[in-house]
């Protein structure tokens, strides 16, 4: 066996397993406490279905191909465009606002890089058919929680916010016209990682050396005492916006200390409208952890409904390495709860007959299927992590007993035959 | 939007994903109560993965191509190879018998008709490193006890069982020599689906027309008593085989009324080496819910260890079938448990805390973001589904109190604020 997975793919052996269900089941654990609803669809789409989003420059990061009928066909790489087909099939029978969730594994043909990889799975929430502030505040709430839900603390993470309308009002309060946002906001998303001189260049580049100042006042606001600030040097009212009513609303809820405004953040696509958030491990050692905002006009764009949404994408992989950063990438879950044991050959039928009654009571049970000697049976109990062993033998069966021992607390009791699956059920439910 | 899924691909819209995540939490919590432990590897594989399994013929069938760094791949077809090189790459350091299960998407350029799809979930389980037959009987009651689990009967699903040793012996003693035995399996895999006719075009195509008689007398065989019959025309003793031993054992954990021996079933798969599997819907109208049986040999021959293993795979599309012809598809959950309501626009800033609070302590919840009236707040919980509205007024503010209207018995209790999550809590426990 001489292959491997292909490059950027990961096997998940059981303990690897563990870790991403862990993560994926708090996704859907508090989704569902936010009133989402799960929804998914197929990994392999219509090339289309991405070119009419993001242009033909997409096709280089995927992985597309010609199937046996002729379709251009690809890897989905992003949830959203089968987001809006689905869920604009059937908007006007859904109640409003709309909220679903999935937990896709998407792909990109990504240059290999150490912590890039070619797959990851994703929560994917929106929000739709809303177009008020506490939309926002609700689906950022929720990435936060699933974060706490995971042991992460306010010490651990932070959500950046911002809002392209803020920003767009300070710009115009500049004197910057707004033909030319787009490209304010194009230097503005990759700032923070150039050095002076490259930033002078993108400046340059995007014909905005008049500008330099004002943008990087703008930028370099993060909290909302500077921005008001800044506002006020522009004469524009920041008092009453949607970015002071999501901030608000997330104080109401108690989420406060875990968000900062920050004005630096855009987010690089080109379709969101007014809030724009990403979630970041405080040491900022990390890439981001989830990224979204409010996209209200995309799915008329793509030919859907013309409804308002909110909605974010939170990968697996550097909330991954985040919770293992911080020591919460909890112990593998012991796999056996009971193992019962034969003494001899003849009393393997009467252990058949328990084990499937105790897995029929929800435990999980294993035995020896192989006649050896009992000490290596109890042995192979420790070794699977069971709690109990229940041990027949023919004095046993004679008496319509078994013994049960308990092997962390090193007791063994006799107990009927007829009472054992509700003496180990009550035994395991209290451990 | 005029975009659709590809032929043969689904869209799992939140009443459809509620299905599927019933079928494959059953599939999860069955395996786990059997001590097997889930894993998984990537969706798409090096296409030599299997080729070298099943040869060249396989890549007809298969989503392939060319990546992006010349790599020839595919989406994986199935789910063992994949398997045999990760537990090839751990066997070493695993305890035998290593139990292994998972629930992989699965993909086949199928020729599209009714009920085929594209793309599937399939239950995988893999037994490996024990060689007797209680290890061949545990996965098969695995698979009964999944059916269990979902709600079938002995009446609605049976075990068809069978033994390639058994066959062989049978064929040996009816003077078939062993070199064509391959030939005559493959004749049998067709009989049921076959006219007289060709019946006999496929018995002279295997060079087999001396033996139609000898081949169907086996294969006709559909009980123990037939069997033994059989048997002792052609003076074979079954009564100590594993076939044998593997029933006895099923007999046991009581599972012995799921369970038919029949000869006709051999799998067309080249490398079972043992017994074999399949289970159908007794009325016999729908393919396999799932196949399996014993490949001592093929792990080793893929390069990997060399031990002895059992499995099978059940999709979730048959089973699927089954249980919505059975009406055992479940009512889709209500979403919401409480929703919390504000009187005026004041007491949003409450209702958001106190949203917030009962989705920390794990229930869901919901409130209205767009301020309308309190009556199309309550509508609106009965919408979602929810049995609890908390309604917060100014003069509950005041008071320190909320009202907590309990929509199910028609009630209305006034609650203590800080007391209010507690209720909601108990109430909804004992629900």
């Keep these: 066996m001489t292959f491997q997975a292909l490059p950027g793919f990961r096997d998940f052996a059981p303990e690897d397993l563990a870790f991403r269900n862990h993560i994926l089941a708090a996704w859907r654990r508090v989704a569902r406490r936010y009133g989402f609803e799960e929804y998914d669809g197929p990994p392999l789409e219509p090339l289309e279905l991405y070119t009419a989003k993001s242009g033909e420059e997409i096709v ?132 923070e990682r150039l050095d002076p001189e490259a930033r002078d260049r993108a400046f340059a580049g995007a014909g905005l050396m008049d500008y330099i100042d004002a943008v990087v006042d703008m930028a370099v606001v993060r909290s909302w005492d500077q921005l008001e600030d800044l506002a006020e040097r522009y004469r524009v009212d920041v008092s009453a916006t949607e970015l002071r009513q999501v901030h608000d609303a997330l104080g109401e809820m108690g989420l406060y200390e875990f968000v900062e405004v920050d004005l630096s953040i855009v987010r690089g696509l080109a379709y969101y409208t007014g809030t724009v958030f990403e979630l970041f491990d405080r040491q900022g050692k990390m890439r981001a952890i989830c990224g979204g905002g409010r996209y209200d006009t995309l799915l008329q764009s793509l030919g859907g409904v013309d409804l308002p949404s909110v909605g974010f994408g939170m990968g697996d992989v550097v909330l991954g390495e985040l919770l293992k950063d911080r020591g919460l990438r909890p112990a593998a879950a012991a796999g056996t709860e009971v193992m019962v044991a034969a003494v001899t050959a003849e009393d393997l039928p009467a252990t058949l007959g328990l084990a499937h009654e105790l897995r029929d009571a929800g435990l999980a049970a294993e035995y020896a299927m192989n006649g050896v000697a009992l000490g290596k049976q109890l042995r192979q109990a420790d070794a699977r992590g069971a709690r109990l062993a229940v041990v027949i033998g023919p004095d046993d069966r004679a008496t319509g007993m078994v013994q049960v021992k308990d092997l962390h607390e090193k007791t063994q009791v006799a107990v009927a035959r007829d009472a054992v699956v509700a003496h180990c059920t009550a035994t395991l439910g209290t451990s």
Tied chains: 1, 2.
């Excluded at 990061?61 to 992003?78: A, C, I, M, S, Y």
């Excluded at 502030?133 to 995971?150: G, K, N, S, T």
């Design 60 to 191: 280089g990061q995927l992985f597309d191909f010609t199937d046996k009928g002729g379709r251009h066909v690809t890897l989905r790489p992003e949830m959203t465009p089968t987001f809006a087909r689905m869920v604009s099939a059937r908007a006007n029978g859904l109640r409003k606002p709309i909220r679903w969730f999935s937990v896709p594994q998407l792909f990109r043909y990504e240059k290999q890089q150490r912590g890039r990889l070619r797959e990851h799975f994703q929560l994917n929430c929106d929000l739709v058919g809303e177009a008020g502030p506490l939309a926002d505040a609700e689906v950022i709430a929720l990435a936060i929680d699933v974060c706490r839900e995971l042991g992460l603390t306010a010490a651990d993470f932070r959500v950046r916010l911002s809002d392209r309308r803020v920003i767009q009002a300070l710009l115009v309060g500049a004197g910057l016209d707004p033909a030319h946002h787009p490209a304010a906001l194009g230097v503005v998303d990759k700032l």
